[in-house]
């Protein structure tokens, strides 16, 4: 640092009062094409940026994040699933030498082994060589590790029963069907939606929850008399009122007109 | 104008070698993609960073609607995926940005392996970044249990039993994550204030480290 006579500072600070140029520091030990970083550089990397970033954007908007339903502690029978960047060390501590007695050595050693070697490979490969040809050793050791990752992710998720899976986290939805309803009164008179339906309305082997899907009145009349999918049409046996009344009784998520429907299916208000 | 507001902060502050560390220097022609295309791989650890801010301001505005107790957590992550303006897309940028993470910051440790970078003089940028690594994965680890659905609380039993296996500090640390005996009130906050205040602290001060390395050490240079 400069000292003695001659200084000036701004004000009282300790700051020297002198004009110093604003020259970027010479890179001739990289001869070659070097770049500005400020601003040429760093605007291709803004651009790659926004390239990057509406990418994810479209990720997400496709593939909203999944969410399950509340956590059940009392639920002995859920199969657990970690996120999948951990998925390698959970499905080590499947196998024989590394589970039960030995979970030492799965959960501890061999995470330990690797990941502390990680740590201090700078120390443990300290020669001056940087070429990965030329350091046999130490790249033949991190392709190991990389593959046994691939591969023990891989495995994790073909042993994992996937269906299962979305089935027992699945949101159950706790619809309180108004027994008291007249359109409930008229279900229970049809033989044909209950066959597949159910008693309960929430669904059979053959049919779906009713309710699971988000139709207004005039689609489930249509619905109804048409059929969908599997569903044959024509089924409903009574009045063009009642069939009114019943299709406004399930589009209102099982009560009478006005009290459901808080997902906003539309033409609840006649 | 912008030369003037730049004087007077100078005169005041300084700021001229911040300003040169920070911007003004030059990019060595072989970690440019412009010049050499395969010199992509040295984009890695920036997209990393790059996730990270991301993660940060997702998670701020996150923690705006979640509420952090067994019994509103998870109606929160709920209101918040289905009724919130755009909170779907807030949760998902969060939630993919986690494990985008992971992929670029798993990138970027083998650019810097193979090409040999670790080496003397950047031995503690080396271990600066191991250290990231292991935040970055606590920080999976703690986020996931946040939501508080079926998959969040039984991947943090499997995990906390994985913790209490080891020898000796096990079962301390088990019980240091989990606040008890039990998986339940005490941990859910404490994965909370885990993931958002311990972690991201230590996350910003060693990217800080890291920064600092890289400016006081120069990018290594062609293999």
Known sequence: ?270 | MLQKIYDWLDTRLDITPMWRDIADHEVPEHVNPAHHFSAFVYCFGGLTFFVVVIQILSGMFLTMYYVPDIVHAYESVYYLQNEVTHGMIVRGMHHWGASLVIVMMFLHTLRVFFTGSYKKPRELNWVVGVLLFFVVLGLGFTGYLLPWDMKAYFATVVGLEIAESAPIIGGFASTLLAGGEIIGAQTLARFFAIHVFFLPGALLGLLGAHFYMIRKQGISGPL
């Open chain 1, 1 to 270: 640092m400069q000292r003695g006579k001659g200084l000036k500072f701004v004000g009282d600070s300790r700051l020297v009062d002198r004009k110093k140029q604003n020259i970027p520091k010479d890179y001739s030990e990289y001869p070659g094409k070097t770049e500005a970083f400020w601003p040429n550089f760093l605007l291709r990397e803004w651009m790659v940026g926004s390239v990057f970033l509406i990418g994810f954007l479209i990720l997400t908007v496709a593939h909203p994040a999944p969410l399950e339903r509340v956590a059940d502690p009392m639920d002995s029978g859920y199969i657990p699933l970690p996120d999948w960047y951990f998925l390698f060390l959970y499905q080590l501590l499947k196998y024989e030498f590394a589970a039960g007695d030995y979970t030492v050595i799965g959960a501890v050693v061999i995470p330990g082994i690797a990941f502390g070697a990680l740590l201090l490979a700078p120390w443990i490969d300290p020669g001056k060589e940087r070429r990965p040809q030329k350091r046999p050793i130490g790249t033949s050791l991190m392709l190991l590790a990389v593959v046994s990752i691939i591969y023990l992710t891989w495995e994790s998720v073909d042993e994992h029963d996937w269906e299962a899976a979305e089935q027992q986290g699945e949101i159950v939805e706790d619809i309180d069907v108004d027994e008291s309803a007249e359109g409930y009164e008229i279900y229970q008179s049809q033989d044909s939606c209950i066959g597949c339906h159910g008693g309960d309305m929430l669904g059979g082997a053959a049919g779906p929850n009713i309710f699971e899907s988000d139709y207004d009145t005039e689609q489930v009349i249509e619905i109804i008399e048409d059929g969908i999918g599997e569903m044959p049409g024509g089924q409903f046996e009574g009045s063009d009122e009642e069939l009114e009344t019943l299709a406004e009784f399930i589009a209102n998520d099982g009560q009478e007109n006005g009290n459901g429907g808080d997902d906003g299916n539309g033409n609840n208000d006649e």
